[in-house]
């Protein structure tokens, strides 16, 4: 009797039009409320009913879906010293990193007993900064007599400045397949010796780089990503996930 005299009430006075403004704000703050109570805090009511209209929900990867603590899983090197592969790989390295990507690869060779300290004991000539359209960066180092510039990035990217063959290109594609479909982001290493200072090349583009190998990385996804996922596409919600290449 009670809830049917109430529903009776609210019904005359959302037939009044001047009672309109006054029913929506009640409605948008109990919907507010409801959602303060599960720790999302609404700051403009009729954001409330933004939300309820939302059929698509775009998130970033990094942080979002994944932990943002990337960890360095898998080498596959082009020749059978891995050890080539990882120092080639801290050398290309920013000094003072803080790309978690870059904070990974340095743990990967601390843990195979290369410090920074060791990586980094030579004296760095100059450096190839990394750029969305090239995709790759590099250093170039001086160890006693020998100049050496190591460089990082896409696959694709590295590849087209290697000196690998057909069959060579077409074997390390396969390679990028294979640790692709295991979820991990592919880094490629390639090196290059210089005898002389006169002769580094101006730019990166310049570089004939020897294959050194590849570098899967892994950002593990957070905790219960895949349950939230569930309930938005249970709630007729798209998710999209948006990133960039590396």
């Known amino acids: 009797m009670i809830q049917s005299i109430l529903s009776g009430v609210s ?47 775009c998130v970033d990867k990094t942080g979002t879906v994944t932990k943002n603590e990337m960890t360095v899983i898998q080498l596959i090197s082009s020749t059978t010293n891995d050890s080539e592969l990882t120092e080639l790989m801290g050398l290309a390295c920013e000094t003072d990193p803080y790309d978690p990507m870059v904070i990974a690869m340095l743990n990967y060779c601390e843990h195979h007993n290369m410090t920074k300290k060791q990586l980094f004991s030579g004296e760095l000539i100059t450096e190839y900064p990394f750029t969305d359209e090239l995709k790759m960066m590099g250093h170039v180092w001086k160890k006693q007599d020998n100049i050496t510039i190591s460089i990082k990035g896409s696959p694709e990217s590295v590849l087209g400045i290697s000196n690998l063959s057909k069959e060579g290109k077409s074997k390390v594609l396969k390679d990028i397949e294979l640790l692709s479909k295991q979820g991990l982001r592919v880094i490629a290493v390639g090196s290059m010796d210089v005898d002389n200072i006169e002769n580094i090349p101006i730019d990166i583009e310049s570089c004939h780089l020897k294959f050194v190998g590849l570098v899967g990385l892994e950002d593990p996804p957070r905790k219960n990503v895949r349950e939230h996922i569930t309930q938005c596409q249970s709630a007729g919600i798209r998710v999209v996930m948006i990133t960039r290449e590396y």
């Open 11 to 57: 019904l005359a006075m959302a037939m009044i039009p001047e009672e309109f403004p006054v029913v929506l704000t009640v409605f948008l703050s109990m919907g507010a409320w409801r959602l303060a109570k599960k720790k999302s805090l609404i700051g403009k009511l009729t954001a409330v009913e933004t939300m309820g209209a939302v059929s698509v929900l």
